[in-house]
């Protein structure tokens, strides 16, 4: 389906789905990223295979690590190095995905090696420098092998010839433009033997994201301390853990209930519930105000749309669960009132810039939209058919998939940008479409 056309077939009544949705993207990448530094072996249940997914694996195969990798199972089990890389010297390529790459830099310039770190060109125009400067002070040295502050890079790690024993390792982080660089800091805490300390400048000091990496560490046997502005974790730390289930991907369940609210369907999500960890189960406190009931059930969180998917507009501010951006603004125009997205600046140095694909394609659609630097305004209207540029983006995939159950000839450009997280998206769709229910 990569580079090729897909026609969402209008729904011709409100769905009534039952739907099970791979493992978290999020969690996946951290588990996979925990059990290589664990003390034994790990095996990890549940897992995504995805093109992001399957570059992190690739790449710890390429650091020596050995891997048992099972797809159809939907298991990995890696042999865990206790904190070290076994290959002291290697090339890895993390092609377009921003969690492996921030990670996998993280654990490379805290090790003992030379290393090598490659991209597609999407990714090198994704930020790094943040993280590359804290690197560097921490001791690592990093070479630029095109632009200042991207990829790709040359790492020599702190730990090359013998790092400085100190107190412990302090650095500073403002985390209002992405948590990924503090959640990459913190998984190498026991990388670094004399403890890490973490102290964040800016306004923000946590979020979801960083929540998941600290009850993942604490389940993998490392507690990370937060006083309100300083992460800390103590030195002499170890991953272990023997077997970890990953939940499913929320991000993904959200299509499907974002679906039931704008048709005025049903949707299951399996495995589903109220206990997620992930910051987009706050999706469903969006669509509760926006008219929908929600209800946790032995099977799985069901959102019920309200009669006829007459959706309330609303304000919200979305930074903490900024990837469901995209899927409110994508039902939005059915709103009674206007719907207003807001602290979400930070999108824009996603895969591509969320804010403008937001108004862009939405206008591409007949619809109106402000936009603004950290928020957009989407209007209500009808839209008409088209087709929707995905800018290599899989949630502008996914998102704009939703008008077009309510509206024939929306065509979603390059549905194939969907392997990044969720590579069978668009044949599970075809299949509930085609079931007409």
Not at 169 to 191: D, E, G, R, V, Y
Not at 263 to 280: F, I, K, S, W, Y
Not at 297 to 326: C, H, W, Y
Not at 387 to 411: C, K, N, Q
Request: overall charge negative; hydrophobic content about 40%.
């Amino acid at each position: 389906m990569e580079n090729a056309r897909y026609l969402v077939k209008k729904a011709d009544r409100p769905v009534d789905w039952r739907v099970e949705v791979p493992g978290s993207k999020s969690i996946t990448n951290r588990a996979l990223f925990l059990a290589a530094l664990s003390a034994g072996n790990v095996t990890l249940t549940g897992v995504l295979f995805s093109d992001d997914s399957r570059h992190f694996l690739a790449a710890l195969g390429s650091l020596g690590f050995s891997l048992d990798v099972r797809e159809a199972e939907r298991t990995v089990t890696i042999a865990g190095s206790g904190g070290e890389i076994p290959a002291k010297e290697a090339v890895i390529d993390v092609g377009s995905a921003g969690t492996a790459a921030r990670f996998l830099t993280a654990m490379l310039a805290f090790s003992d090696g030379n290393y090598t770190v490659l991209s597609s060109e999407q990714m090198k125009r994704r930020p790094m420098k943040p993280l590359f400067d804290l690197l560097t002070e921490a001791g690592a040295h990093i070479t630029y092998l095109e632009r200042e502050g991207f990829l790709p890079v040359r790492i020599l790690g702190r730990g090359h010839g013998g790092a400085p024993e100190e107190k412990s390792l302090c650095l500073s982080l403002n985390i209002s433009k992405s948590t990924q660089f503090l959640s990459a800091l913190l998984l190498c805490a026991p990388m670094i033997k004399e403890g890490l300390c973490v102290h964040i400048t800016g306004e923000k000091k946590e979020g979801s994201y960083i929540r998941i990496t600290r009850n993942m560490m604490r389940e993998f046997g490392v507690e990370v301390l937060f006083d309100g502005a300083d992460y800390r974790v103590d030195g002499g730390v170890s991953y272990r853990r023997e077997v970890y289930d990953i939940e499913p991907d929320m991000s993904a369940a959200c299509y499907f209930y974002a679906a039931a609210a704008v048709t005025g369907g049903r949707a299951l999500v399996r495995r589903v519930h109220g206990d997620n960890t992930q910051g987009d189960l706050r999706f469903l406190e969006v669509l509760r105000q926006m008219g929908c009931t929600v209800s946790d059930e032995a099977a799985g969180i069901v959102v019920t749309g309200p009669k006829g998917g007459r959706l309330r507009g609303i304000t919200v501010d979305m930074n903490d669960f900024s990837d469901q951006a995209l899927t409110l603004a994508a039902i939005a125009p059915f709103a009674d009132e206007a719907v207003k997205i807001c602290n979400i600046g930070h999108i824009r140095g996603q895969e591509c810039d969320r804010i403008h694909a937001i108004v862009t394609e939405l206008g591409r659609l007949g619809i109106a939209c402000d936009e603004e630097d950290d928020a957009v305004t989407i209007h209500p209207g009808t839209p008409h058919g088209g087709v929707v540029t995905t800018y290599e983006d899989h949630r502008v995939a996914m998102a704009f998939s939703l008008p077009g159950l309510l509206v024939d000839g929306i065509w979603i450009d390059d549905p194939g940008c969907c392997k990044k997280t969720f590579e069978e998206y668009f044949a599970v769709l075809d299949t509930l479409t085609a079931k007409g229910s």
